[in-house]
């Protein structure tokens, strides 16, 4: 049986598991606990040596990480139901938009950050706030601007089926409500997510959903 070892509240970990929903894919979920430092540990940096989650072992013995990485993976071992368009210029502008949230707002905002500039760099919790805030307010304009002014947007980010692009908006969308970020400013965002967060492949993979969310 496939295996995803993740965290609950891990936004890459909520992609990949979107993924294998929306494919219709059978697994096991393996928890791995960030804030105890569980990632740290033998067994997950044997799998994963940067000491992270996702990592997506298969049925046959294979050892995938990087979530973009896996879904990519995914799309193309189990091509039905789509997650890149079929044109070149649509799957670069899903690729942009899913780098825009996943390389570009997440890598600033995950635990590991987060607990650096508490720890190491004595920022209070007011800072931190405004730091997590800061970077999800310059990344959500962007985006809301490429998603209201292009014409590949539709009732998801990309037409009207979900992409590589929607498993990185909809946890990133659940951080920032997290984090009580305002997003009225951001009413494309908002409703892309509902149509998403509509989808049994979505509700099941929410972070509340998952075995180690108690």
């Not at 013995?61 to 368009?85: M, R």
């Not at 805030?133 to 980010?157: I, K, N």
Request: glycine share 8%; net charge negative.
């Amino acid at each position: 049986m496939t295996t995803l070892y993740g965290y609950f509240r891990s936004s890459a970990a909520y992609r990949v598991h979107i993924a294998l929903n929306l494919k219709g894919l059978a697994h096991d979920q393996a928890p791995v606990n960030l804030v105890k430092g569980e990632q740290r540990g033998e067994a997950n940096l044997a799998r994963h040596p940067q000491g992270l989650v996702p990592s997506l072992v298969t049925d046959d013995g294979l050892v995938l990480t990087q979530s973009l990485a896996i879904c990519e993976y995914l799309d193309e071992v189990h091509p039905d139901p789509a997650l890149l368009p079929e044109d070149a210029a649509g799957r670069a502008r899903v690729r942009a938009l899913a780098q825009l949230i996943a390389c570009e707002i997440h890598p600033l905002n995950n635990l590991r950050v987060l607990k650096y500039l508490v720890g190491e760099l004595g920022a209070d919790e007011a800072a931190k706030l405004a730091w997590y805030r800061h970077w999800v307010a310059e990344g959500f304009q962007a985006l809301e601007a490429m998603l209201s002014r292009e014409a590949g947007s539709g009732d998801f980010c990309h037409g009207d089926t979900p992409t590589l692009a929607d498993l990185c908006l909809v946890p990133q969308v659940f951080n920032a409500e997290r984090f009580e970020c305002d997003l009225s400013a951001y009413p494309r965002i908002r409703r892309i997510t509902a149509n998403c967060r509509a989808l049994d492949a979505f509700a099941r993979a929410a972070p509340g959903a998952q075995p180690d969310a108690g």
